[in-house]
Each structure stands twice: as C-alpha cells, then as structure tokens.
C-alpha cells in the first residue's frame, strides 16, 4: 500500500513560526492546479506495482480550494492510480474556511476526514502566532465538523511564550470536550528565517522556554491517555482505529508520491523533492517536465532514517529488520549505542524492538541521532 500527498501552497496570511512552502498570492491557482494533474497524470508509472491507500490535501491551506477544484484532483488520482476501495483522504483545513455551507458540502464529496489547523483555543496564542482565525471561530467550526465527520483530527500547539500550564490543559480541556479522535500536538518550534525568529531576537515576543514546552509535553500525554488515546507516534495521539493511516505510512517506510512545489518522495530506495517555487514548477510543468531532484540512498541513510522514524512511534525498532535489511554489522552498532541510554532509562529493548522509555520520549529526535551511523555504503 502507498499515499499520494498533495502540496497546495498557499495561504491567507503567513503565520509567525510557519516555514513550509506557500505563498499569500492565489493569481496563479489556476495554473498551479493544471500543473498538479499534469504531475499526477506524468509520475502515475512510478506507482504501477503500488495501490493508493490514502491521498492527502497538505500546505499550505489546501481548505482555500473549492470543493469543485478538489474533487477534479481526486478524479485524477482515480483516473491515473490503482485506489483501493474506501481510501483515506484527508483535507487539511483551517477554521476560518470552514463555514456552515463549507463543511456542508464537504460532506456529501469524497473527503473523508478533516485535519483541521485549531493550534489553540486562546486569542492570545494565536495573535502571537499571526494566525487567520480567532478563538470563537475554532470552537464553531469544530461543532459543526462533528456533526457531518466521524473521522477528524486538530492541530494542537504548545511551549507557546506566555502559555501557562493551565492555560495549556485548559486547551486539551477544551479539545476533549468536542469528543476528537485524533490529536497532533507540536512544541512551537523557532525556525530560521521566520518572522518568530525575528520577533524574539529584536526581544518583541519571549524566546521559547524548551522546560517548558518538556512539561507541557507531559502534560499533554497524561491527560490523553487519561482518555484513552493512544500516543503512537512522538506528535500524535489517537483513539482505537482513528490513527491517521496517511502519516502512518511515513513512520513505517512505505512508499509515497510527493505531487506540487516542495512536495518529497520516497520508494524505498530513493527520495525525491519538487523545485520549492511555484512559478518554475507551473512552468515546468507545461512542458511536461516534472521539476524533481532525487537521490538514491545508501544503506546507511535507509538504515538512519529508520532509526529516526521508528523511534518515534509505539512500533519502535525491530532489531530483526535492522538485521534483515541492513545486516548484522548494524544491528550490532545499534545495540552497542543504545546501550548507553537503556543504562540512562531512557530506551529500552522488549520483545526484539528497540523502544524510548517515557522519560526519553520527548527526546526522541536526539537519542536517534546518537543512534545513527556514518555512511559506509
């Protein structure tokens, strides 16, 4: 099974600490959408021997697109792919496009769940973070959604300048009043180059305090789990049979097919990324060129990158695949260098999978890093 992801970059306005791709300026939409099916209609023998599972709207706010414009996308999809029945498609979305009338039709299309771009349920949180809703608008959105979706995720942000801890449970309060399925919670995180990283270092917004975001974290996973969510991946939380299958994937290595500017790709042996500029992608595009790089990986960047994506998850790191897949002289490093934060308690082996403790889950990231080996091959 395989996912086709789909990059629509643009926005209303750009948010503070946001440093995808995507551009405030929709004059080009039009020509960016021809590009996306001609992409999707020129890479489909690249997943002849694959069947599509999930496709998925990201950006972006794939949510500015008309259901019309989205639907002609998944019609290509179908007419180009092997779908399976009853895939997951996911539109990622954000609470100011989604009206009344929105959510309405959205229902009777072939979306199936909404990711809906919440990020805080205060005024003052999402001031800081220049986003294009308010909080009233959040909780409305959300009690309309519920009553036409089953199947929908929020986007929750925490470690944010000013927050309290209170304040931060009273989000998840809020959050677990509505009755989601799914959560995906994130440390603000300061990226070069954002108008974040500006603010704080000219001193107009308090630098991102990394204690604090670590209590929150933990904060955040109690009380989930409190209500039976199951935290199976670093960043998300889901009930029984409600965990996101199209970022599942990723975690678990399977194959997937980046379409639109910035989008990457992965088949196993190869990742690929589109050009990050709408412009030359529209226009490479019109000449039936695909504006991809890619890189074929070694046995060591496969076996990294396993590393990293196994850590985070509820799965682990099975030490029969390292061996299988990547030989014996790996899994002998892994253990050798995990030996040094099972001793930390904060990773662990159980049942031949290498696992992060709860004490070394909000470090996952770096323990992996530790974990990783030099390129040899």
Same mark, same amino acid.
């Given at each position: ?7 629509? $970059? ?5 948010? *503070? ?6 551009s405030? %300026? ?37 949510? /500015? ?7 002609? /996308? ?22 100011? #496009?989604?009206? $009344? ?18 990020q805080?349920?205060f ?13 009233? !608008? ?37 959050a ?8 995906? %919670? ?5 990226? $070069? ?5 500006a ?19 933990h ?22 049979g ?18 639109? $500017? ?26 039936n ?5 890619? !890189? ?14 196994? /850590? ?10 390292? !061996? ?5 002289? *790996? ?33 996952? #990231? ?12």
């Amino acid at each position: 099974m395989a996912g086709i992801y789909i990059h629509i $970059p643009f926005c209303k306005q750009a948010c *503070y600490y946001c440093d995808f791709h995507f551009s405030t %300026s929709l004059k080009k939409k039009d020509e960016l959408l021809h590009a996306l099916a001609r992409e999707l209609e020129l890479r489909n023998e690249e997943f002849k021997q694959n069947k599509v599972e999930t496709i998925y709207f990201g950006g972006g706010t794939p949510s /500015l697109l008309t259901n019309e414009e989205l639907s002609k /996308l998944i019609a290509t999809v179908y007419d180009n792919y092997d779908v399976i029945d009853n895939p997951e498609i996911t539109l990622e979305a954000n609470p100011d #496009d989604l009206t $009344p009338n929105r959510i309405e039709t959205l229902e009777k299309s072939q979306i199936n769940r909404l990711s809906i771009g919440i990020q805080s349920f205060f005024d003052t949180d999402l001031k800081l973070m220049n986003r294009a809703h308010d909080a009233k !608008e959040a909780k409305a959105c959300l009690s309309l959604a519920k009553a036409c979706f089953n199947n929908i995720s929020i986007d929750l942000i925490y470690g944010v300048p000013g927050a309290s801890n209170e304040q931060w449970l009273s989000n998840i309060e809020m959050a677990l009043d509505y009755n989601i399925p799914h959560i995906s %919670s994130y440390a603000l995180t300061v990226e $070069p180059k954002t108008a974040l990283a500006a603010f704080i270092e000219k001193g107009i917004i308090d630098n991102v305090d990394d204690d604090q975001a670590h209590k929150q974290f933990h904060i955040l996973k109690d009380r989930l789990e409190e209500e039976k969510f199951i935290h199976y991946e670093l960043s998300n939380f889901g009930k029984e049979g409600f965990f996101s299958k199209n970022n599942s994937s990723y975690w678990q290595g399977k194959s997937y097919l980046g379409i639109g $500017p910035s989008a990457h790709s992965f088949n196993g042996q190869q990742r690929g990324w589109n050009v990050s500029n709408n412009t030359k992608y529209i226009k490479a595009l019109q000449q039936n060129v695909v504006p991809i790089e890619i !890189e074929t990986l070694t046995t060591t960047d496969r076996y990294n990158e396993y590393i990293m994506t196994g /850590l985070r998850t509820i799965w682990g790191v099975s030490l029969e695949k390292v !061996e299988t897949e990547f030989g014996k002289i *790996y899994k002998d490093y892994l253990i050798e260098q995990a030996n040094v934060f099972i001793n930390q308690h904060l990773l662990y082996i159980d049942n031949r999978h290498l696992r992060v403790t709860r004490k070394g889950q909000f470090l996952s #990231d770096g323990i992996a890093s530790e974990l990783f080996k030099l390129n040899l091959a």
